[in-house]
Nanobody, 127 residues
């Protein structure tokens, strides 16, 4: 059974950086588009970024553009999210997810299009 496992979360000061990873066990991720979402306490889950199966195409939520970079290493079956210039409002649980289809760009924002989710990793940003 395929599982997604996030890691790399933690506590960082505002302006700092973290690199999240999402490793897959089981079936290779290389044929799937993937995404990151996050959920802050008391808020709805929101889209962070998505990446095509090859890594050639990425799409970011406006609040993350210029600060976050999404990449993948299909040989290692791993997805990465480099987060720079972190802000207190970035505090959330971050989830990686596998797309159930070939959705990319703005179409990839909707969490109901993802069919496999990790359990998340906590990111806390202190001011």
């Amino acid at each position: 059974q395929v599982q997604l496992v996030e890691s790399g979360g933690g506590l960082v000061q505002a302006g700092g950086s973290l690199r999240l990873s999402c490793a897959a066990s089981g079936r290779m991720l290389g044929i799937y588009n993937l995404g990151w979402f996050r959920q802050a306490p008391g808020k709805e889950r929101e889209f962070v970024a998505s990446i095509s199966w090859s890594g050639a195409s990425t799409y970011y939520a406006d609040a993350m553009k210029g600060r976050f970079t999404l990449s993948r290493d299909n040989a290692k079956n791993t997805l990465y999210l480099q987060m720079n210039s972190l802000k207190p409002e970035d505090k959330a649980i971050y989830y990686c997810a596998r797309s159930g289809g070939s959705y990319s760009g703005p179409s990839s924002r909707f969490d109901n299009l993802y069919d496999l989710w990790g359990k998340g990793t906590q990111v806390t940003v202190s001011s």
